[in-house]
């Protein structure tokens, strides 16, 4: 299980004050009044004759009702139209805006996971709404390809990201599910394509699976590599990344390492099919200096493809010591321990 040598080279409210009080608008009523009496002192006495007279005081109560129904017209408002445009949105308007919100939620969740965890080369097939997203989370247009609408695939795409729902074959045209988030019409899957088809994936998915828990086994045998209980569990139960695993086994074979913690789940996926793809560790023993820190984080650096490392940094640890923390893109190869490499 040892690497070769040549991978080795490899915002504040505003406070409104006390509102100015304002002088009541007279209304309409008082208007006319004003309005009629002030014309009458100057103009009825001018007019002698009745006729006249009553045709004057006609057009002036119709001008009166006019007026009443022009103040109605523009700025009355009924208490029922006033209600409904008081009301609160009703509680299906509510439902279907708290719907928007949750799935809006996961799509950024699935972002910034996306540009987290999955490899940086890596071509994405997405849905609209969440090619959108990608893009808000800072993801190249140029790494983008839309989907078609109800179909599963892009071709070219190495992971997909997309609801499943309306989508049926998308688990047969990326059968590796890398990340679930959500439930019901807000959920989106993660998914990586895979030669061969389900199938195949699922036979070599098998192979890798047991294959990891064989490596862990005779890590943990070689006594260079501690871990807890816990960890020795993880090892043992095969849910640890084979790229991890082929690290420890390389840092070994300088001297001994206690795992810390293995991390990275990927969410709503079985560790099995989706192990953990980062690891911190402490060296073990003394003479653990910065120097030979210094020296792992090098041989680190220095591998190749498959077996390079998204990231490799030291950590601070409780109790002052300093740790290494390796982390591994998503998706991984299968096969590595087994000397043939498969997606």
Same mark, same amino acid.
């Given at each position: ?16 004050? !006390? ?8 209304? +309409? ?6 309005? *009629? ?17 009553? !045709? ?36 299906? /308007? ?13 799509? #950024?969740?699935?972002?910034? +996971?996306?540009?987290?965890?999955? #490899? ?69 899957? !993660? ?51 084979? &790229? ?12 001994? +390492? /206690? ?55 030291? !950590? ?8 290494? &923390?390796?982390? *591994? ?15």
């Amino acid at each position: 299980m040892q690497v070769a040598d040549s991978d080795k080279q490899a915002r504040e409210p505003v406070t409104s004050a !006390v509102p100015a009080t304002r002088t009541r608008a007279p209304s +309409w009523r008082q208007v006319m009044a004003t309005t *009629f009496s002030l014309w009458a002192s100057r103009r009825l006495p001018r007019v002698r004759h009745p006729r006249a007279l009553l !045709v004057i005081i006609c057009v002036l109560v119709v001008a009166a009702v006019a007026a009443g129904a022009v103040r109605l017209t523009v700025t009355g408002t009924s208490p029922r139209s006033a209600a409904r445009a008081s009301a609160p949105a009703r509680p299906h /308007q509510a439902r279907a805006g708290g719907a928007v919100s949750a799935a809006a939620s996961v799509r #950024s969740q699935v972002a910034g +996971w996306i540009v987290s965890q999955v #490899s940086s080369s890596a071509a994405i097939g997405c849905d609209p709404a969440m090619c959108t997203a990608l893009r808000a989370d800072g993801v190249a247009a140029s790494r983008l390809l839309a989907l078609a609408p109800a179909a599963s695939h892009a071709p070219g795409a190495d992971v997909i990201a997309t609801s499943p729902a309306g989508r049926a074959g998308l688990s047969q045209d990326a059968p590796v599910l890398l990340a679930s988030v959500g439930t019901g019409s807000s959920q989106v899957e !993660v998914r990586a394509t895979a030669a061969g088809g389900p199938a195949s994936y699922a036979k070599a998915l098998a192979a890798d699976l047991a294959a990891r828990k064989s490596a862990a086994a005779q890590l943990l045998h070689s006594g260079r590599i501690k871990a807890s209980a816990a960890g020795t569990a993880q090892l043992q139960a095969g849910q640890v990344d084979a &790229r991890l695993l082929i690290m420890l086994d390389l840092l070994a074979s300088q001297r001994s +390492w /206690q795992v810390v913690s293995f991390g990275d789940a990927s969410p709503g996926a079985p560790l099995a099919d989706a192990p953990y793809r980062q690891v911190i560790v402490a060296a073990a023993g003394s003479g653990s200096g910065t120097a030979r820190l210094a020296a792992a984080v090098a041989l680190l650096h220095a591998q190749q493809a498959p077996y390079q490392p998204a990231q490799v940094s030291t !950590v601070q640890l409780p109790g002052g010591r300093t740790g290494l &923390r390796i982390d *591994f893109a998503t998706p991984g190869p299968l096969g590595l321990l087994a000397g043939s490499v498969s997606r």
